[in-house]
Nanobody
């Protein structure tokens, strides 16, 4: 049974940083590209960032480029999202997901087979 479990969300002020983690089990982690998506209330789930199986390729939404960094540790079956300079518009539930096209990072969400339950990030003063 495949499981993706996110952690690290919370309530922070604008300009602060957070690091999200997602631990995977039940799959061969290095066979998958990993992505982060987010969904704000009343909005569709949107792409945030993705990373290839080796970490050699990454891809970001324009809205987070230069502020967020995705990384992975295949020995720990974990993908991270370092979020800096957070803005109120970053407020959302953040989900990690696994995509079997392990070298492709610019794929839409329907290509992702497995999803976590999400962790809430709230940016507010």
């Amino acid at each position: 049974q495949v499981q993706l479990v996110e952690s690290g969300g919370g309530l922070v002020q604008p300009g602060a940083s957070l690091r999200l983690s997602c631990v995977a089990s039940g799959l061969i982690f290095s066979n998958y590209a990993l992505g982060w998506f987010r969904q704000a209330p009343g909005k569709e789930r949107e792409f945030v960032a993705a990373i290839s199986w080796s970490g050699g390729s990454t891809y970001y939404a324009d809205s987070v480029k230069g502020r967020f960094t995705i990384s992975r540790d295949n020995a720990k079956n974990t993908v991270y999202l370092q979020m800096n300079s957070l803005k109120p518009e970053d407020t959302a539930a953040y989900y990690c997901a696994a995509n079997p096209n392990r070298n492709k990072v610019a794929l839409p969400r329907q290509y992702y087979d497995y999803w976590g339950q999400g962790t809430q990030v709230t940016v507010s003063s």
